[in-house]
C-alpha cells in the first residue's frame, strides 16, 4: 500500500523559507505514469494547488507562487521536497503532497502543520 | 483562474436519506472533475474522477455525474460515516478546487 508522509517545521518565521518533505513508501516514485504534488489548507478553509512535479524534474507551479516556489524530487530517497520563501502569516496552512495519475489526487499524506509566527 | 462553485455550502440529512452536492465551473471542463470527502483531521479522500467514475473501494451509494460545467455528487442513502466536507476539484486547466459542502446528519 502506498503511503505518503511529510515531514519539516512546524513554525517558521516571517519572511524565512519554509522547507517540507514527503517521504513516499510501498510503491514507485519514478514511475512515468505519476506526478507528484502539494497542496496546502489553510485553517477552517478549503484547499489550494501550489504545484506538482513529474518524476523527470518537470515542475508545474501555481502562477501567484511561482515566485517563491520550488518543488524538486530525490529519486533516490523517494522524497518530494517543497520550498517556500518569503511567508508570511497568509502561508500557514495544513500543507500535503499527493500522488497524480492522469490529474487526480489518488494517494495523499496525512498532512503536516506550518504554522508561520515570530 | 477557473472558479468552481460548490453549493450549498452546508446540507442536513436525515440517515438513509439521499445528499446532492452541486459543483458549478466557471468555463467547460469536459469531465475533468473529481470529488474528494475529507472527514475532521484527516486528509482528503479521491471519491469520483472523470466526473463520474468510482475510485477504487468506494460504495456504490457514491455517485457522480454531469460534464461541461455543472456537476452533481449524489450521496444515494446517507449514512453516519459520510459526515464531511466535500470538494470537487477541475483538472482541466491547472488545478482548482471548490470551497467545500459540509454534509451534516439531521
Known amino acids: 500500500q502506498l503511503q505518503l508522509q511529510e515531514s519539516g517545521p512546524g513554525l517558521v518565521k516571517p519572511s524565512e523559507t519554509l522547507s517540507l518533505i514527503c517521504t513516499v513508501s510501498?510503491?514507485?516514485?519514478?514511475?512515468?505514469?505519476?506526478?507528484w504534488g502539494w497542496i496546502r489548507q489553510p485553517p477552517g478553509k478549503g484547499l489550494e494547488w501550489i504545484g506538482s512535479?513529474?518524476?523527470?524534474?518537470?515542475?508545474y507551479y501555481k502562477p501567484s507562487l511561482k515566485s517563491r516556489v520550488t518543488i524538486s524530487v530525490d529519486m533516490s530517497k523517494k522524497q518530494i521536497s517543497l520550498k517556500l520563501s518569503s511567508v508570511t502569516a497568509a502561508d500557514t496552512a495544513v500543507y500535503y503532497c499527493?500522488?497524480?495519475?492522469?490529474?487526480?489526487?489518488?494517494?495523499w499524506g496525512q498532512g503536516n502543520l506550518v504554522t508561520v509566527s515570530s | 483562474e477557473i472558479v468552481m462553485t460548490q453549493s450549498p455550502a452546508s446540507l442536513s440529512v436525515s440517515p438513509g436519506e439521499r445528499a446532492t452536492l452541486s459543483c458549478r465551473v466557471s468555463?467547460?471542463?469536459?469531465?475533468?472533475l473529481a470529488w474528494y470527502q475529507q472527514k475532521p483531521g484527516q486528509a482528503p479522500r479521491l471519491l469520483i474522477y472523470?466526473?463520474?467514475i468510482r475510485a477504487t473501494g468506494i460504495p456504490a451509494r457514491f455517485s457522480g455525474s454531469g460534464s461541461g460545467t455543472e456537476f452533481t455528487l449524489t450521496i444515494s442513502s446517507l449514512q453516519s460515516e459520510d459526515v464531511a466536507v466535500y470538494y470537487c476539484?477541475?483538472?482541466?486547466?491547472?488545478?482548482?478546487f471548490g470551497q467545500g459542502t459540509k454534509v451534516e446528519i439531521k
Open positions: 499527493a500522488r497524480l495519475v492522469d490529474k487526480r489526487l489518488d494517494y
Open positions: 510501498g510503491g514507485s516514485i519514478s514511475s512515468s505514469s505519476y506526478f
Open positions: 512535479i513529474y518524476s523527470s524534474g518537470t515542475t
Open positions: 468555463q467547460s471542463i469536459s469531465s475533468n
Open positions: 472523470g466526473a463520474s
Open positions: 476539484h477541475q483538472y482541466n486547466n491547472w488545478h482548482t
